[in-house]
């Protein structure tokens, strides 16, 4: 282990560490909002308003025109084909996801034994009397298991050799520093499955697996029992978040995409309706049945309309992919990692010690 602990401060954080902080730049807090924080009818209603001001601009500049009723009932036409194919594919993602509730009970009995299993775990390696049942309350109990844990692990091997003692001390100053981090997040969040989910995204429980397995192998023979015990129950307590994580995912998912169902069902009537409506205004002969006045404005806002159940697809997919893809890895197998990232250098060395 050659970097320092600061090593760590230059990493992206998209894959790991509690980020981004207070201290962020407003392009990554905007980045943030948009893609995860942000209410997601908000971001909706912004990419719809977005839309409307776009086609107002378009066509006052003269790039596009409302005049002729030919091209403007065809794109009337294209507009209603286009969203009853996205409300047809919401429903199959609906029927997607119901398929999975519809279980045998002898199934929907190990479902239920995997989740007692695992609470009785966490209980037991947190001495508590039981485990929370909230999700940001549960990650924020195993968070603070794991930073005590670590702190006892350090004081088991402070008459070590240097050699052993060093790196050991470095590997739990950063994992104390990052689950403190993730412990005040989750203690200043409303507890909802979001925000617990999203601040456990940020936490690199992959890389400090990947360290502590590596750290407990080349120093096995000069660790006591004790130190050996406490570096077991911080991989058990690492490993115990990672899964609490993954399950709270897999709910979070699943509660995310039946609600975009429900919104883009609302939001394809009338989206329906409108694309119609505009076929409506050149049904005249004589040419559009709206004052050439207010036209652009009429016109802009049927689009905008029209386009809001694209702007519910961007906005959930965002937030779905981002968050599926920044926990996107099994273990310490980590795609997302450049093969020297990470808090501090962990790589192999003559004896199996660290450089």
Do not use: C
């Not at 750290?215 to 015990?229: K, P």
């Not at 005249?284 to 309309?305: K, M, R, W």
């Amino acid at each position: 282990m050659g970097a320092d602990a600061d090593s760590g401060d230059s990493r992206d954080p998209a894959p790991g560490g509690v980020a981004p902080t207070d201290d962020a730049g407003p392009l990554v807090r905007g980045r943030e909002w948009f893609l995860l924080d942000g209410d997601r009818l908000v971001v909706a209603t912004l990419l719809s308003v977005a839309i409307f001001l776009s086609v107002l601009v378009l066509e006052a500049v003269g790039i596009i025109s409302f005049t002729n009723a030919n091209s403007m009932t065809r794109v009337a036409s294209g507009m209603i084909a286009g969203t009853f194919s996205l409300v047809t594919l919401v429903v199959s993602i609906n029927q997607l996801i119901l398929s999975r509730e519809f279980v045998a009970a002898g199934t929907a009995e190990d479902r239920l034994e995997g989740v007692e299993s695992f609470r009785e775990q966490v209980a037991t390696l947190a001495s508590a009397p039981a485990a929370p049942a909230a999700p940001a309350q549960l990650l924020e109990l195993l968070a603070e298991t794991i930073a005590r844990r670590a702190t006892a692990l350090e004081s088991m091997v402070d008459g070590a050799d240097a050699v052993v003692r060093t790196p050991i001390r470095r590997y739990v100053a950063e994992l104390t520093r990052e689950t403190d981090q993730l412990d005040d997040a989750l203690d200043r969040t409303s507890f909802s499955s979001f925000d617990a989910l999203s601040l456990s995204a940020r936490f690199d429980d992959d890389w400090f697996r990947y360290a502590g397995s590596y750290l407990r192998a080349a120093h096995d023979e000069a660790l006591s029992d004790d130190a050996t015990a406490a570096f077991d129950d911080v991989l058990t307590g690492l490993r115990l978040f990672a899964v609490a994580r993954e399950h709270f995912m897999t709910t979070y998912l699943q509660r995310e995409l039946t609600r975009f169902s429900q919104l883009t069902i609302v939001v394809g009537v009338p989206s329906i309706l409108s694309a119609v409506l505009l076929g409506f205004f050149y049904a005249d002969i004589t040419g559009p049945t709206v004052s050439f006045g207010v036209f652009p404005y009429v016109v802009s806002t049927v689009v905008a309309i029209v386009f809001a159940p694209v702007s519910l697809l961007v906005a959930y997919i965002l937030r779905t992919a981002t968050i599926t893809r920044r926990t996107a890895s099994t273990g310490p197998m980590m795609p997302t990692k450049d093969p020297d990232e990470g808090p501090f250098d962990v790589t192999e060395s003559d004896g199996g010690r660290d450089r």
